[in-house]
């Protein structure tokens, strides 16, 4: 509580997700994202895989990343 470091955010209309910030994660390098947010805020020079689901703001429906998630995680088919 003494760093001010945000480890995760929380949607204003929904309590049910949180998005965990993989930098403080103590071994993030092997996380892969299955998607990107707020995506027409990325620099320049920023180069966002094509695999991934990419939304110019907040997604309006979390249900495609949660089952992205799940399918690179081996949860689902």
């Known amino acids: 509580p003494h760093c001010l470091t945000v480890l995760w955010s929380e949607r204003p209309d929904s309590k049910e997700y949180v998005t965990v910030y993989a930098g403080t994660l103590d071994d993030s390098p092997t996380l892969r994202p299955v998607a990107h947010i707020w995506a027409r805020d990325a620099q320049q020079w920023m180069t966002l895989p094509k695999e991934t689901l990419l ?21 689902i088919a």
Do not use: F, L
């Open 55 to 75: 939304y110019d703001e907040n997604p309006p429906d979390m249900q495609p990343i949660i089952e992205a998630w799940r399918r690179q995680n081996g949860k």
